[in-house]
Each structure stands twice: as structure tokens, then as C-alpha cells.
């Protein structure tokens, strides 16, 4: 099977002056379809294994299928947490169990923002549906697979690899991470945790 770049859900301007045009065209155009394109290689090359029965290079391949394609889901679920037409806050089930899990809206923004802002290197900041734990959980994910808990259902992404940001904010993660906020698509992130919740 091959994958392919996913449409962007709005024109490359329209979330301005939040996230500008040039950076959401490099960020989708490029670095996005870099990732699918190494997706695809990584699923050939393994197959191209199983046919000819040679696993000399398993460790390297899944180690590429788990990085590109964690990398394409990310940035997938990355568009889909931004909206033109944000609501500014949470509501319906996804604010009551913020307010469960977190004990308020404000507490469970200086978690987010946190995580997000101390990142190590290049990774992104998911809040997500533990079905195991029956909770929202925030993780810090290193790289696009790294430090991730297994069986948690993204709600909402932000990226901070720079390449995200870096046209429009430099090395000011904190800023780019509090501009971020104004397009959060929490109407989007409230229909993936009922649909995550089922």
C-alpha cells in the first residue's frame, strides 16, 4: 500500500497571523511529504526483505517505518488540531474531562504548554485518550516515536521540531507555542475523544 500526502483541511493562509502561509507550505509541501515519502521506502524495503527472505537490515528498516510513519501520523493529526475557525477552549466532554483529569482548564494549559516547551531536541507535545488508564494524559514525544506510552489516542498535537515555527519565531519556542493556542481545533479534539472513549 502507498501513502500519500493528505490535503491540507484550509488554504495555507488561513491561519494567519497565528501560523503563517510560508511556514504551513514548507511545513506540509516538504518536510510532511518527507516523511511519507520515507514511509513508503521503509514499507518496500521490507517487503523487498520478507521476498527474498533477508532480514540483515530488519533492525534498520523498522527502525525508518517507525520514525517516518509516526512522523506522517503526527503531522496528519497536526493539521486537524488547527483550525481558522477556533473555539478558544474545550467544551462538552473533552472540558469536563480536562477538568477531571487535570483539576481545571488553567492547570491543564501550563501542563501542555510546559511539555511542550521543554521538549528535548526536536519532538512534539500530545495530549491523548488512555483507554488502559481511563484518562487524558499529556506526553512529550522525542523525534516523532520516541517516549510515547503504547495505546494512547491522540486528541491533540502541537509540533515543536523547528522547522514548525522557526520562519515566524526563531528559537522562541514559548512564543510560537502561546500564538499556537489561538488556532487549537478543540471541536475536532472533543470528536476524537468520544471517538476515542467508544
Given at each position: ?72 501520523i503526527l503531522h496528519t493529526l497536526f493539521w486537524e488540531s488547527m483550525s ?42 500530545v495530549l491523548g485518550w488512555n483507554p488502559a488508564f481511563d484518562k487524558l ?38 512564543e510560537y507555542i502561546n500564538s499556537w493556542w489561538n488556532i487549537a481545533n ?13
Amino acid at each position: 500500500m502507498k501513502y500519500s500526502l493528505p490535503e491540507l483541511p484550509y488554504r495555507y493562509d488561513a491561519l494567519e497571523p497565528y501560523y503563517d502561509r510560508q511556514t504551513l507550505r514548507i511545513h506540509h509541501d516538504t518536510h510532511h511529504k518527507a516523511y511519507v515519502d520515507g514511509l513508503n521506502n521503509a514499507q518496500s524495503k521490507l517487503e523487498e526483505a520478507r521476498g527474498k527472505g533477508d532480514y540483515s537490515l530488519i533492525k534498520h528498516w523498522e527502525r525508518e517505518l517507525a520514525f517516518h510513519g509516526s512522523g506522517h501520523i503526527l503531522h496528519t493529526l497536526f493539521w486537524e488540531s488547527m483550525s481558522p475557525d477556533a473555539s478558544g477552549k474545550p467544551t462538552d466532554s473533552l472540558a469536563q474531562q480536562i477538568i477531571t483529569d487535570f483539576g481545571s482548564y488553567e492547570a491543564f494549559k501550563e501542563h501542555f504548554i510546559s511539555s511542550a516547551l521543554t521538549v528535548e531536541g526536536s519532538g512534539w507535545t500530545v495530549l491523548g485518550w488512555n483507554p488502559a488508564f481511563d484518562k487524558l494524559e499529556i506526553l512529550q514525544v522525542e523525534k516523532h516515536q520516541n517516549l510515547t506510552l503504547w495505546g494512547l489516542i491522540p486528541v491533540l498535537v502541537i509540533d515543536v521540531w523547528e522547522h514548525a515555527y522557526y520562519l515566524s519565531h526563531q528559537n522562541r519556542r514559548l512564543e510560537y507555542i502561546n500564538s499556537w493556542w489561538n488556532i487549537a481545533n478543540w471541536n475536532e479534539a472533543n470528536k476524537k475523544l468520544i471517538n476515542a472513549k467508544r
